[in-house]
């Protein structure tokens, strides 16, 4: 099978999420042969080094040996049992595992089988714990500015990005939304946390004036990555967390993207000492081998939907796959990672050597800001330095840094003009240098003309 045929066949039946197809008529998509660590091979023998984690997902490398011997010895005991009315020892001990890694307080877990259905999942969970104590009033939910939370239609109505929402406003529940956090429009001189703390505010106000009609807040904490990997100070958590107790709202955590060590920390909660009322994971969950996800919920949540059937109270929620055998196992198989290799401690030291490479950028001309949180950097190209001025968009300059760094076999995915390294784990030294490398050379190519 060669590399042409492949990506021909593919564009005479295949439609490609997030994608118009047509810009493929000049670049068909890649068929990749094989993976292994941070690389990726086509049918041609060209490699591309994975800067973005394959979507965000991937944490311990393709083909993974680890991950690999788990899955193998899972698939040939057990790939998959309907989760009502069974369980399997993969679905019991990861959720163990996850309760024991998360923050105090989240005692019981509810898969699901992908991040917009675990947030399907968190909110519906809010809304119907609510109702069982009568709190009829509460439906509605508090959402941040430039938020991301999934395709489906409740997770995109809590989410903020236009590009991917407003096509489909007519169809969404109405959410209340706050200004973002985010340290970005910071003045200049101030710090992270005054910034995050003084928009706190309006947060506060938003609470304030709607508390009674609302069932939870949701944040993705520390970082909004699919709204241009956008960051803010964990004081804010705090000051969420304080508030979401005092006005009786929930407080879900979107820990889909930064969750599995992204943030330096196993969970961004941690950075703010925070326990959420419900904390949604997905994405890095199993390595990067499967869909699953979960979300992370309290006793006493648990407690008030546990009571005699009659009473109509019990969470009827199912996905057909809801805790698949193989997903769990990979999911066990990641954690185990984690612990027995240090992951965390490891990453410290990876992620110096990430700022190290990305230091370059920070006088770059077209520059305005480079931002780090653990694992995640994030180069934010514009017009103009000075006053920040965007480039068009419809120039499309960082989808010609994604083509130039393909030619180079670095797999680079901006985000609009956002370029942005957020490896796997066991990416070397060596090898952020190359991606850092390519980024640049594609940088002044693409601000050039
Ligand atoms: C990716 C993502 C989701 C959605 O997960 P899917 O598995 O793509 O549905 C939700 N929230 C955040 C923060 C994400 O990054």
Same mark, same amino acid.
């Given at each position: ?280 994971? /997905?994405?890095?969950? &199993? %390595?990067?081998? =499967?869909?699953?996800? +979960?979300? #992370?919920? !309290?006793?006493? @949540? ?15 929620? /199912?996905?057909?796959? &809801? %805790?698949?055998? =193989?997903?769990?196992? +990979?999911? #066990?198989? !990641?954690?185990? @990672? ?112």
């Amino acid at each position: 099978m060669t590399n042409p045929s492949l990506s021909q066949r593919d564009l005479s039946v295949l439609w490609h999420p997030c994608t118009q197809m047509k810009d493929h008529e000049t670049f068909p998509p890649i068929p990749i042969k094989k993976g292994q660590g941070a690389w990726l091979e086509d049918f041609d023998g060209n490699r591309y080094l994975d800067a973005v984690s394959s979507w965000w997902v991937n944490l311990f490398g393709h083909c993974n040996p680890i991950i690999n011997a788990a899955l193998k010895d899972q698939l040939d005991t057990l790939e998959h049992v309907i989760f009502a009315g069974f369980t399997h020892e993969s679905a019991v001990k990861l959720a163990e595992s996850l309760i024991e890694a998360s923050p105090p307080g989240l005692t019981r877990c509810f898969y699901a089988d992908n991040g917009s259905a675990a947030v399907e999942v968190a909110l519906k969970m809010s809304f119907h714990y609510w109702r069982n104590w009568g709190a009829i009033k509460k439906t509605k939910f508090i959402a941040l500015e430039n938020s991301y939370h999934g395709e489906t239609l409740g997770a995109l109505a809590v989410g903020n990005v236009p590009l991917y929402k407003e096509t489909y406003a007519a169809l969404l529940m109405e959410v209340i939304t706050v200004p973002s956090p985010d340290c970005y429009h910071r003045a200049p001189g101030e710090s992270w946390m005054d910034y995050s703390s003084r928009r706190f505010e309006l947060m506060e106000n938003a609470l304030r004036d709607h508390a009674e009609s609302v069932c939870a807040v949701i944040v993705e904490p520390l970082v909004q990555c699919a709204g241009n990997m956008r960051m803010y100070d964990p004081v804010y958590l705090q000051l969420l967390r304080e508030a979401c107790d005092r006005y009786h709202v929930h407080l879900i955590a979107d820990e889909i993207a930064v969750g599995f060590g992204r943030t330096g920390t196993l969970f961004a909660c941690e950075q703010a000492a925070i326990s959420p009322d419900f904390m949604c994971l /997905s994405k890095g969950l &199993t %390595g990067g081998y =499967l869909p699953l996800s +979960a979300v #992370l919920t !309290t006793d006493k @949540i648990y407690r008030t939907f546990y009571d005699d059937y009659q009473k109509l109270t019990a969470f009827l929620h /199912s996905h057909s796959y &809801t %805790g698949n055998a =193989l997903s769990c196992r +990979a999911g #066990l198989a !990641t954690l185990e @990672i984690f612990q027995q290799q240090d992951i965390i401690a490891k990453n410290r030291i990876l992620a110096k050597t990430m700022a190290k490479v990305a230091a370059r950028f920070h006088d770059h001309p077209h520059v305005a800001e480079v931002r780090q949180m653990g694992m995640i950097v994030a180069i934010e190209l514009v017009k103009n330095k000075l006053t920040r001025e965007p480039y068009p968009w419809q120039e499309r300059r960082g989808l010609r840094v994604y083509r130039y760094a393909l030619s180079k076999g670095v797999l680079l995915r901006p985000l609009g003009d956002v370029i942005y390294f957020m490896p796997p784990y066991i990416i070397t030294e060596d090898e952020l240098r190359l991606m850092a490398d390519v980024a640049w050379d594609g940088i002044q190519l693409v601000v050039k003309g």
